[in-house]
Structure formats: C-alpha cells, structure tokens
C-alpha cells in the first residue's frame, strides 16, 4: 500500500525549534548546534604560501635531528634510524584503502580513506596490529606517492577523509605529503588517528594540517605504561597532547549528513582489571578536556602479540622453539612473572561489568557525547 504523503515528509528541520527554553533537554543531541556545521572547508586549504614554506622548512629540520616523539632520539634520521626505526625520506604503509572499521561519523557510507603507517615509537605489548606496528611489514613511500593515494582515495574511492593510522614517527613525511595533497586537489578533512604519544613539537608542525584528532588514552598509572606500553611517561604525555589538539580543533563538529568533520574524537579501550585507570581518565577528560568531548569506550579488546604466548623462561627450557616476535626492539624489558603465560593478567577479554564501570565513571565526570549503538533504525551519528 502506497505510503501517505504526510509519512514521507521530512521531519521538520531542527533550526527553528532551537529556544532558550529547549536548549537543556536537547543536549542529547549530538548533531545540534553548536555540533552542527552549516559547512567546512579542511584547514589545510586555507593555509597561506607562507606558512606552507615554514612547515615544509620545518618538517626538513625536524627530520634532522628528530625529537618529534617523546622518545626523544636526537638522531639524524638521514643517517640512522632511532628508536621508530624508520628514515627520513620514506614511510613505510601496510594498508592504503577505504576502511569501513571506524565510528560511523568517520566511516560514514563511503568509508574512510585509511593510511596504515607500519612502525609504532610504542611497543603495547596487546598491541592488536602487532605485525604492522612492531613488525613494520610494509612497502616504502615517499611525501609525493602518499599525496598521490589520498586524492586517489578522494576522487576514485570516494572516501569522507583521509585517515592517517599510526602516523606519530613519520609526522614530517605526512606534513610534506599533506601540502603536495593539496597542490593536487585534495578537499576532504584530515584525520590524525595516534596513539596520544605525541610531543607538542609534532602537534605544533601538525596545527593548521589536521582536522580531526582521534587519539587514544590507554592507561593511566605509570607502572601499567611502563608494563605493557613500555613508556613509562606514557599518561603525562598523553594528558598534554590530548590538551593540546583540543586547543586546536576543539570538540567533534559534524555537517547535516552527520559526517564528522572537525574536533577530537577520543578512544579508550577498556583493559581487563584496568577499569579503575579508565575510570581516572574519564575524570580527568571531563575535568580537563571539555564534558563535549566525544568519547568512544571501546570493549573489544583481545589478546594478542605477546599476550600469554610462553614466558621467556618457559621458552629457554623447553625446545629450541624460535623466539617469537624477533625482529621486534622493546626499549625496556617485560617484569617477570611467575606465570608460564606471559601478561596472565591480561589474557582475557573484558567484561561486561569492566566496561560498565567506566562508563558510569565517565557519565559521573558530566561527559555525555559518546559512540553508542544507534536507538532507531537509521544511520548512527
Ligand atoms: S619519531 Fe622515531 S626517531 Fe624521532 S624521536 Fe620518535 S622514535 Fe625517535
């Protein structure tokens, strides 16, 4: 039977009902004003030939004596490789194709045009692309070829944003590649996809290139960085940084097809028996981020890479087994453990209660922009 006319009408359009007297019960609105963009043009485009020379002059300089990364190798990486193990003039990717694995305001329906960069300044010892990050399987790239993928992820794959995976120790080759991008058309926003363990020197090169910033905050308590992320200074960092790209970019903006196109989107994946330090994060975001900042608290944490593979004593005694992961450097040394597993602790998934827990701690720290399940039918904003 043929739909009424007045049932296919569109809703009404949301302006007009904006009051004073409305606006608090509509906070559970996440494409409203002030989320809403009539529209957007990338910061990239709008950057002066001044300033694209400083960035590119700077990018060239960063590269020569690279402190870019908390890290802090102070090599010359035309010469030698530090702790990233990658050089100057190349990065290396995995994967360059739309990705259809990120929140829906990324995705969308055409996909993000995702950038896999292989090499990590991190050794998270869960890490759930292990043979990308630590392995460093890849194929060479220069500025140039990257700049040429992204507009040919814009103009043939379609793709809402160019989406920069793992990007923290090869920022100077995405500045450069970024500034020829757009010499050859690129329009779509740039996402900035990292792990938090960034230094402000990179987010200074990095301001006025990047649209979105989807970090991660991981952990919370030194001991637990220095375990399993093997940066002990991995929460101080991140609580800078994080302080930092929202300076910049400010909270998630979306335009009307409920496409994000600027602001942070911040990830936490809960750990298991971590839910205590996911718990002091959502604190320390509300208190000193923004309680609009969008959050996605992630449950699909696995173990994986070294997660209750056999301990290293186990390993010694048994058979002449090949060490696992041989060609991976950890800057610092796994605890020991009187376990067989190695990481025992966390070789589980989540549970539902871990999960819960963290939530509430986040709703108890006034957030409320979060990546949930959609309550209708339609498409997930
Ligand atoms: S980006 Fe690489 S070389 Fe530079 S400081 Fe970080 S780990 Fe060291």
Known sequence: MPLLAKQLRPPSPLRPIFTKRLLPQLQHLHLAPPFLLDDYTPRYTLLSSTSTSRKRSQAYAHLR?????????GVNRYERTGVCLIGAEMAKVNTIAPHFGEEPCIQGHGGSGSVFFSGCNLR????QNHDIAHQRNGFDVTPEELAEWYVKLQDVGGVHN??????????????????AAKELGLKVPIVYNTSAFDSLESLELLDGLVDIYLPDFKVWKAATSKSLLKADNYASVAMESIKKMHEQVGDLCFTADGIAKKGVLLRHLV???KEDEGGEIMRWLGENVSKDLFVNIMEQYHPDAHIGKPSRSARVSSSSEPSEGASVMEPEGEPSSTSSARYSKINRPVTDQEVSSVRRA???????RFVDPPQHEGFNI
Do not use: Y
Request: hydrophobic share 45%.
């Open 124 to 127: 998270c010892v869960f890490c």
């Open 65 to 73: 004596n690279c402190n870019l990364c908390p890290r802090l190798c």
């Open 271 to 273: 750990m298991p028996g």
């Open 362 to 368: 986040a709703e108890e720290a006034g957030l409320w």
């Open 162 to 179: 160019i989406n920069l995976v793992t990007p923290e120790h090869v920022v100077p080759q995405v500045v450069l590649s970024i500034l």
